[in-house]
């Protein structure tokens, strides 16, 4: 059944709000509509697809600034019919340099051997499979920097990376596509224009459409990452990747949390306010002491995530009087501590003056500790392992 535009217009709300599975669904609800538009002004499928890439990406890099989420569907229609027109004329200008670069490479090659072997439809299949075996952060390297032609700032910063872990990115996934393609590609040809060349051809009727990112790396970070999402199934969008926590003593507990992307802000807020946090790469540390909900708030500036932890186990309460009675004359007293448990060491039990009465029998095991006490009224104080503080009064009659 097909939503309404109030109910498309509610997913986007959540979708600004960082709900990563109510943009998938506006996406499943609105993508055939728009490929059909795109496929009606590009007259090819590979291209139509290429557009549709750029559309949501753009509309995910505008939605923080769409102030009428109700207007989403005009939207996309207007992004589609702007991205169509600009892929029309970036494919004239592409089929006019590939011309040229089709005729250097005829005058430096015998028989059109490396013209043959870009082209060659077993290649081009080898090479779309080998794409899709590298790791999911790799694929979208090797994607941005040789697909989109992105600088290396470019593809770092979409990644959420350092230039230096980009750079070995790429160098891991060319070595990788060189021995998985050993003997395919053509000699003395860079990888990056095989790459290019290579993902991009048709032969016959086959279409292939891995990783086809088009224009859609040209937008901000968010977009090219979020193109490689939908497309290669991985979990590149900017997330918190999982978070915990562990009580550690009884007395406080270990907030982590793993944190994919480069975060503008980090918070961890609580009932009493916020609480300090480290960040050692992409992984956070806090310390918390008391049980709770606690909010873990990231801000990577075109996204926002919250994530909820309910903090239990912290011993925060001093033991408690089970029993108070008669045994052969003595007055049992029996605590219970179902956290750290008691000191015993630290139980007090003292007349109204302040002086404290001496044990006749301590039973740790059993929780007891027996007294020789006249009637009168008494003063217990007792202290748990954690250093909690409980005390009340205790009559004996």
Excluded at 53 to 62: C, D, G, I, N, S
């Amino acid at each position: 059944m097909e939503l309404t535009y109030r109910e498309l217009a509610e997913l986007l709300q959540r979708a600004a709000g960082g709900d990563r599975e109510a943009f998938a669904q506006f996406y499943r609800e609105t993508v055939q509509a728009q490929r059909y538009q795109a496929l009606t002004y590009l007259q090819d499928e590979d291209l139509a697809a290429e557009a549709v890439q750029e559309v949501y990406a753009t509309l995910l890099f505008k939605l923080p600034e769409l102030k009428n989420p109700r207007g989403a569907v005009a939207f996309l229609n207007k992004t589609t019919y702007f991205v169509c027109q600009n892929i029309r004329r970036e494919q004239q200008r592409r089929s006019h340099r590939q011309s040229e670069l089709g005729e250097g490479l005829m005058d430096v090659s015998s028989a059109g051997q490396v013209e043959e072997a870009y082209q060659a439809k077993e290649e081009n299949a080898a090479l779309q499979r080998a794409l899709g075996e590298l790791p999911a952060r790799q694929r979208a390297a090797v994607t941005m920097r040789y697909l989109q032609r992105m600088s290396s700032r470019e593809t770092a910063e979409a990644l959420g990376i350092s230039e230096a872990t980009l750079r070995r990115d790429l160098a891991a996934a060319k070595k990788a596509l060189r021995e998985r393609l050993k003997g395919q590609l053509p000699a003395l040809v860079p990888l990056g224009l095989c790459l290019r060349r290579g993902t991009r051809l048709r032969t016959g009727g086959e279409r292939s459409k891995p990783l086809q990112m088009g224009r859609a790396a040209a937008l901000a970070g968010v977009g090219a990452v979020f193109v490689v999402t939908l497309l290669a199934g991985g979990q590149l969008l900017p997330h918190i990747a999982d978070a915990g926590w562990l009580v550690e003593g009884w007395q406080t507990a270990q907030i982590e949390a793993r944190i994919e992307g480069a975060p503008k802000s980090v918070r961890l807020v609580g009932a009493e306010g916020e609480v300090p946090v480290a960040l050692d790469g992409g992984k956070l540390l806090a310390r918390v002491e008391r049980n709770g909900l606690y909010t873990l708030q990231v801000d990577w500036g075109f996204r926002r995530e919250a994530r909820e932890l309910a903090v239990t186990g912290i011993d925060e309460e001093g033991p408690t009087l089970a029993a108070c009675e008669e045994r052969d004359g003595l007055i049992l007293v029996r605590l219970d501590d179902s956290g750290a448990g008691v000191d015993w060491e630290r139980v007090r039990l003292c007349r109204e003056d302040g002086e404290e009465m001496p044990r006749r029998q301590l039973d740790r095991q059993a929780g007891e500790i027996l007294y020789a006490l006249p009637p009168g009224r008494y003063q217990l104080e007792a202290w748990d392992l954690a250093g909690n503080r409980s005390q009340g009064p205790l009559e004996v009659r």
